[in-house]
């Protein structure tokens, strides 16, 4: 199961921090973070590999997104600064469990329910 949480409303240039915490079947490969805008598909954020703690970025995050872990607690964390309205969406958390990386999202098994991040302008 995975538990996502931290979204929020904020204004433009405001932080957030995310959590998706693992539980129960807890061996993944690589956790990634997906949002959906309305009208929109989902789209790859970012994802970290387990084992490695190897981290990967869309383009429009690299710099103001950054993804880590807690080992002990098998959680994911996507701390989030200098927010755009652009980044408004519901983003999920989910797992891979093969050994290669993939931004696709029909390629992660596991879903979190998903928080709703709203960025004012």
């Known amino acids: 199961q995975l538990q996502a949480s931290g979204g929020g409303l904020v204004q433009a240039g405001d932080s957030l921090r995310l959590s998706c915490a693992a539980s129960g079947r807890t061996f993944f490969n690589y956790l990634g973070w997906f949002r959906q805008a309305p009208g929109k598909e989902r789209e790859f954020v970012a994802a970290i590999r387990w084992s490695s703690g190897d981290t990967y970025y869309v383009d429009s995050v690299k710099g103001r997104f950054t993804i880590s872990r807690d080992n002990a607690k098998t959680t994911v964390y996507l701390q989030m600064n200098s927010l755009k309205p652009e980044d408004t969406a519901v983003y999920y958390c989910?797992?891979?469990?093969?050994?290669?990386?993939?931004?696709?999202?029909?390629?992660?098994?596991?879903w979190g329910q998903g928080t709703q991040v709203t960025v004012s302008s």
């Open positions: 989910a797992t891979r469990y093969a050994m290669a990386y993939s931004t696709g999202a029909r390629d992660y098994s596991r």
